[in-house]
């Protein structure tokens, strides 16, 4: 193990190397800030990159991982090889575990809790609560219960069904 600073010039930053493969630098910390784990070039404060059929798992030791600002603050998930980003939550070998997921290839967001879809924005912006194609800008859809799907609950509450154009707003009661 080692640490060095780069060859090139000593005020670029700082190289960590470890174990038996000391030519092969494992993180850096730029003069710029930046912090980069498995690559010694990062684009970010933080870039990690974990090689070819790698993984990441930051809670692996049930550590936290926290991001802090004062400023506007992003996470970006980005996979070049793939066509899902997730944030998953709960344990991963359980069905049941949650997760939020963006398709890029059909510019879906889905979030999954209790082993099933449970919302989707589509490209469109259609939200579907229940159903995985939504048809509507809301579009709630639940094929298996009997009674209430949707409360509006407070004091005097108002539902209120209008036109943004000329033409009357409309109320429809269907039967199956």
């Not at 494992?26 to 784990?37: C, E, F, L, Q, R």
């Not at 974990?50 to 603050?73: F, K």
């Amino acid at each position: 193990a080692k640490i060095s600073s780069q060859d090139s010039n000593p005020y670029n930053g700082l190289e960590f190397y470890t174990g038996n493969d000391a030519s092969t630098v494992k993180m850096i910390i730029k003069d710029t800030g930046d912090v980069g784990i498995g690559t010694d070039s990062p684009q970010s404060k933080l870039h990690i990159e974990t090689g070819s059929g790698g993984t990441y798992n930051p809670n692996a030791n049930h550590d936290d991982v926290t991001i802090e600002g004062s400023g506007n603050i992003g996470l970006q998930l980005f996979s070049p090889n793939t066509s899902y980003q997730y944030i998953a939550f709960g344990d991963p070998d359980s069905v049941n575990s949650g997760y939020l997921r963006y398709h890029h290839t059909t510019n879906e967001m889905v979030l999954r809790t209790n082993g099933g879809d449970q919302l989707r924005i589509d490209s469109s912006g259609n939200v579907g609560i229940g159903g995985n194609a939504p048809s509507y800008l809301l579009d709630v859809r639940d094929g298996t219960t009997s009674g209430a799907i949707a409360r509006f609950s407070a004091i005097n509450p108002h539902v209120i069904i209008e036109s943004s154009t000329a033409g009357n707003a409309v109320l429809h009661l269907k039967p199956n």
